[in-house]
């Protein structure tokens, strides 16, 4: 199955950190995906900008699209990157969350995704 | 046309098949999918053609077997009507091929474990482990859950359904946790059917159907895990601590239906087989030298039983046990019984004090025993005033009308 880790932490962390704290904080995020590429369970990942290169779309007065600038919510912890990983279960995908450098300084959530099979299963 | 002692035949054979296998059943058929519900619909359907075919055709040699095989059938043919896309077609391939294996081994393979540990996942939500391990495991429908939980039967349905939505979506395995987890994820399954045994437990009396059978079910289900991880030493201190109070279950009321506290109960209606049983099961558990919360539970009823068999007071030996729970649960509630345990040995003063250093917490304004005790100790200590008004809280926290009349009663003596 495939779950989706997403990454939320406060993003004022990063930037009050030293630079070697910095440095020390990217090698873990690296040596974790390495290890998801060994064990031959990473599908992709990526780390997002700031939520101040962020612009919503919704849906506005009179049904036109609305552009905003800024992220969906204004919450003290953001999204700020994921992962998507393929395994057996729940617990091989939270055995990999909680070995996520995220869980340090934030907070990982798992979610399944929503694969072809399910969509033909009736709620 | 079959005479009523075949359909009679037939129900019972379907009855102690559903009895000896209902979980086993939903496990086998809900593995590979995770699909719980889907498991349960066609394995009632599978029972309902046995009721019809089995009268007319003779019970079959194996009923697991032919229950097994009809409901994988019901479940394919389930799918078929569901889902159109290759990927179903996978599934077909993987649950045909189940369906091959089971019938060429008739011994079923036990998944029922699995099944309770994905039940007491900790992805899903605390307060309906319990229900889930009942209904998946056992077969019990959501009304006789919720009568035993107190809520509504449409509440308890719907959230019994959400559950088991997300261990299919979620992707939660039937399987029994690596080492480094297992103690933590047992200690959910062995919770959750202390807490079905709790709600059975609450009426003694055995006058609500349901209540008394869930306390035989959960007996069952705990016998299920000893059976299955035998060394594991909470499960064994669970089921001893289950068998020590059901063992006195007929003492603790009169005929009448009056409470009688364990001091006052005549040990004679006490199951001596029961705690004879649960006395080696806590020896074995000691044995394995994992100490926890239900062995050292189960090791003070035996504490209690001990002390009137042989009319020794060991107050300092409960106090010890109490202590060592204490340091494992941290539960007030264990504070409230430790403090008169402590009043038996130092006095009511002692016992007072310790009750005044839990009032701390908020929750125990609402909690009966805390006034029971209360009231107790200070009518011991002669604060008449103060014991009367501790009852009164207490008679009307309390929703067993027996142990309600018990308190009222003490609280007339004590005015006298």
Redesign the interface.
């Known amino acids: ?1 495939e ?1 989706m880790l997403m990454i939320y932490a406060e993003e004022g962390g990063w930037t009050k950190m030293s630079k070697t704290e910095q440095e020390q904080g990217m090698a873990a995020y690296t040596a974790y995906t390495e290890a998801l590429k060994k064990a031959g369970v990473w599908k992709g990942s990526n780390r997002l900008q700031p939520i101040g290169a962020a612009t919503t779309v919704r849906n506005g007065a009179n049904g036109k699209p609305q552009v905003l600038d800024g992220p969906f919510a204004d919450t003290k912890e953001q999204l700020g990157g994921y992962y998507l990983i393929d395994v ?4 091989a ?2 055995s990999w969350a909680s070995r996520c450098p995220a869980v340090g300084h934030g907070t990982v959530e798992v979610r ?1 995704v929503w ?4 969509s ?4 | 046309m079959a005479d009523s002692e075949n359909v009679e035949r037939a129900r019972s054979a379907a009855e102690s098949a559903a009895r000896r296998s209902y979980g086993k059943l939903v496990a086998f058929l809900a593995a590979r999918t995770r699909d719980v519900a889907a498991a349960e619909d066609a394995l009632s359907e599978a029972f309902a053609s046995a009721l019809s075919d089995w009268p007319a055709n003779g019970c079959p040699a194996n009923p697991e077997g032919w229950l097994l095989t009809v409901a994988r059938r019901k479940m394919i043919d389930a799918m078929r009507g ?4 290759e ?2 077609a ?2 077909l391939r993987v649950m045909a091929e189940g369906a091959e294996l089971a019938e060429m081994d008739t011994r079923l393979p036990d998944q029922r474990l699995g099944l309770m540990f994905a039940c007491a ?1 900790p ?1 899903i939500e605390a307060g309906i482990r319990s229900p889930l391990i009942l209904q998946v495991v056992l077969g019990l429908d959501a009304k006789a859950i919720a009568s035993a939980f107190l809520t509504s039967p449409a509440a308890m349905g719907k959230r019994l359904v959400r559950a088991k ?1 997300k261990i299919r ?5 039937f ?1 029994i ?1 690596e080492r480094a987890e297992l103690p933590a994820r047992l200690d959910a399954v062995l919770e959750a059917i202390y807490a079905a045994f709790a709600e059975g437990w609450s009426d003694p009396s055995a006058t609500d159907i349901a209540r008394r059978d869930l306390t035989e079910e959960t007996l069952f289900l705990a016998r299920l895990v000893t059976e299955l991880l035998p060394n594991e030493a909470e499960a064994l201190g669970l089921l001893a601590l289950m068998l020590h109070a059901e063992a006195r279950r007929f003492a603790r009321r009169t005929c009448a239906g009056e409470y009688v506290p364990l001091s006052k109960q005549e040990m004679r209606l006490w199951d001596s087989e029961m705690i004879r049983e649960a006395e080696g099961l806590l020896l074995r558990a000691s044995e394995l030298g994992a100490m926890g919360r239900f062995q050292l539970e189960g090791a003070l009823q035996s504490a209690h039983v001990h002390r009137r068999r042989t009319g020794a007071p060991n107050w300092r030996e409960v106090v010890q046990l109490y202590d060592a729970l204490l340091a494992v649960s941290g539960s007030p509630v264990v504070g409230i019984n430790r403090a008169l345990a402590l009043a038996e040995v130092e006095g009511p003063c002692a016992g007072l004090r310790e009750l005044d250093d839990l009032a701390k917490d908020a929750r125990l304004g609402e909690y009966q025993p805390y006034w029971a005790a209360r009231a107790e100790l200070l009518t011991k200590t002669g604060a008449i005033e103060a014991a009367t008004e501790a009852y009164e809280i207490a008679i009307g926290l309390e929703r067993d009308p027996a142990v309600r009349r018990f308190l009222q009663q003490r609280q007339s003596t004590m005015k006298r």
């Open positions: 199955m779950y057996a279960d729940l617990d995908a939270l399944p694969s072809i099979a399910r033909a299963t009736p709620a | 569901r889902q159109r896309h990927v179903a996978e599934e996942h992805a939505e979506e979620a992707g939660i395995p399987a946790p």
